[in-house]
């Protein structure tokens, strides 16, 4: 999971005032609502804060880091946002530390009536967010209309390196998306909602659903629809709107200023349909994988069974199940008892999110090094529990 940008699991360093650019810092503070005041022309800014004097000290920012006193002016403005009461100051310290691209949802939801409702606004927001945010991530390691199982260790441990900021509410949310290894993940996604609101605004002029397949190249999946079905659904709408980060400007292609894009309800039904029809019309996948043994099953002592492999190499899943035939249920269970992986060849079904091959064959253990082989071995030891005999039941 993400971790919140005011309780984070390693606090982030503030940045050396050395460090610092002075226009950098001058457009976070005005993107997060600080106001400018005048100062000694070509010199200096002066920062008021969100709210006035309650949100905290004003801030002096030299124009240019050339003036003699331009580090300790930066270096009194940071100190100055580290004690700042305003939350905005915490997301320039955060985003000043870590170079980030912003992404800014906004879902119309009436005013919570108690604790428990804001509990609950502030959840449907963070949860509709993050599985945004992974469709986006898996989009940007391959196409297809319906994912499953199918890349999801690898977006979602680039979701870890996220910062989300707080949602008073459940009306706003920020995340910053750190532009090091995050910004493709945020220009895939910002193509794939627009291309989602093309493909929405045609499909409820037509009736036709040919924009939403096109639109699989762009980004669009049933992650993504499903995604936004989570946020539209018990609101008025929601916005959603990209800023780059200020310290490296807006990537090649895309405008600077991207226009945020908005659902509403009405746009339920078309999304639940075209969600409906990834899944649908997604094809299995031929694979030759690797994998070691964590299950075995069958009815009785003798005859076919299943086993449940954790992938190793050849698909981008975490486990398969497998159904095999006697002989390749013994093979598979020999394996296992040993600590060999073993190699198969199927298809790797779509229905049930690609967590199933069918049609296996060709199945050989798999020598490895001594260091994989005890590996293994202590792996299967330490998980005893889930090694079922030939007789165990479901």
Aim: aromatic residues 4%; proline residues 8%; hydrophobic residues 40%.
């Amino acid at each position: 999971m993400h971790r919140p940008t005011e309780q984070p699991a390693h606090p982030t360093p503030p940045p050396a005032p050395e460090d610092v650019d002075p226009a950098v810092l001058g457009a976070l503070l005005a993107r997060h609502g600080w106001r400018r005041r005048g100062g000694a022309a070509g010199r200096y800014t002066h920062w008021a804060p969100p709210g006035g004097p309650a949100g905290g000290a004003s801030l002096l920012i030299p124009a240019s880091r050339r003036f003699p006193d331009a580090v300790d002016l930066l270096a009194e403005a940071l100190t100055a946002l580290e004690r700042s009461a305003a939350p905005s100051a915490r997301a320039v310290l955060v985003a000043l530390a870590t170079p980030s691209d912003e992404i800014h949802w906004r879902r119309e939801v009436p005013e919570p009536a108690g604790g428990a409702a804001a509990w609950s606004a502030q959840e449907r927001l963070r949860d509709g967010a993050r599985a945004m945010l992974l469709a986006g991530s898996l989009a940007a390691r391959g196409r297809a209309g319906y994912y499953g199982a199918r890349h999801r260790r690898g977006a979602e441990a680039a979701l870890d390196r996220l910062l989300v900021g707080p949602a008073p509410g459940g009306r706003e949310l920020t995340v910053y998306v750190p532009v090091a290894d995050g910004r493709p993940m945020v220009t895939t996604l910002l193509r794939a909602l627009h291309a989602a609101r093309d493909a929405t605004d045609y499909q409820r002029a037509t009736g036709g659903m040919e924009a939403y397949d096109a639109a699989v190249e762009a980004g669009v999946c049933q992650e993504l629809t499903e995604a936004l079905v989570q946020l539209v659904r018990g609101s008025e709408g929601v916005r959603i709107a990209v800023d780059w980060s200020p310290a490296l400007g807006p990537h090649d292609g895309f405008a600077a200023r991207p226009e945020p894009v908005e659902f509403s309800p009405g746009d339920l039904p078309a999304l639940r349909e075209a969600g409906a029809r990834y899944v649908r019309d997604e094809p299995s996948v031929p694979v030759r994988l690797t994998g070691a043994v964590v299950r075995l099953r069958r009815e009785g002592p003798a005859g076919p069974g299943s086993v449940r492999l954790r992938v190793l190499s050849g698909a981008d899943v975490a486990q398969v199940r497998v159904a095999l035939d006697e002989d390749d249920y013994r093979l598979a269970g020999h394996a296992h008892l040993v600590g060999l992986p073993i190699r198969i060849s199927g298809r790797l079904e779509s229905r049930g999110g690609f967590r199933r091959v069918t049609g296996a064959h060709g199945i050989t253990p798999v020598r490895v090094d001594d260091a994989e082989r005890d590996r293994l071995l202590k792996s299967m030891h330490e998980n005893l529990d889930f090694f079922e005999g030939a007789c165990g039941g479901e």
